[in-house]
T-cell receptor
């Protein structure tokens, strides 16, 4: 039982390049989330998927797109990376919305030069 | 909008001693959840403890307990018998109990900025 997995763990991009961060969970959870963590700030929600087939914007969605490929997988895409997107990205999942515990992946450290 | 404030950027404690991390929040809602997450150097976010606002009893998980003061909007974490493995960033988080799909204002976890805890032998 791996929980929430993310790939890659580290990535360096040049400004304007694109990439997709992958996330998968094996807990049969309905809801999945993408957060970013910047120094001196807590985690901020980028996008989330309440259930398979739905996605919604979070607090900081600009510059990102997401795909809920199936119940297990939720990917985050940067179409044209910018230095402001240098951050640590976390994927999380939970049984559903509300007070259910969110389980986090190990994070992806992304640097955009 | 809800906010979460952690006013202690860093704290330190001697091994085997007790330390309390502070968290205050602002909300107009009456039903919500509060969490403490631990983030060790490995970066993995780990849930330490969770409190439902409608419960008056303070949550406890082994050496970790909270002091939940609903009227004061305060949610502090007490770590007893501190261990070297407790060294980490600790984040306080809030989530509305009223989850409405399509409204991230109620669906998201709102995090504080974190407190770095150092544990000295």
């Amino acid at each position: 039982n791996a929980g929430v997995t993310q790939t890659p763990k580290f990535q360096v991009l040049k400004t304007g390049q694109s990439m997709t961060l992958q996330c998968a969970q094996d807990m049969n959870h309905n809801s999945m989330y993408w957060y970013r963590q910047d120094p001196g700030m807590g985690l901020r929600l980028i996008y989330y998927s309440a259930s398979e087939g739905t996605t919604d914007k979070g607090e900081v969605p600009n510059g990102y797109n997401v795909s809920r490929l199936n119940k297990r997988e939720f990917s985050l895409r940067l179409e044209s990376a910018a230095p402001s997107q240098t951050s640590v990205y976390f994927c999380a999942s939970s049984e559903g919305l509300g007070g259910y515990e969110q389980y986090f992946g190990p994070g992806t450290r992304l640097t955009v030069t | 909008a809800q906010t979460v404030t952690q006013s202690q950027p860093e704290m330190s404690v001697q091994e085997a001693e007790t330390v309390t991390l502070s968290c205050t929040y602002d909300t107009s809602e009456s039903d919500y959840y509060l969490f403490w997450y631990k983030q060790p150097p490995s970066r993995q976010m780990i849930l330490v403890i969770r409190q439902e606002a409608y419960k008056q009893q303070n949550a406890t998980e082994n050496r970790f307990s909270v002091n939940f003061q609903k009227a004061a909007k305060s949610f502090s974490l007490k770590i007893s018998d501190s261990q070297l493995g407790d060294a980490a960033m600790y984040f306080c988080a809030y989530r509305s109990a009223r989850a409405v799909q399509g409204s991230y204002n109620t669906d998201k976890l709102i995090f504080g900025t974190g407190t770095r805890l150092q544990v000295f032998p």
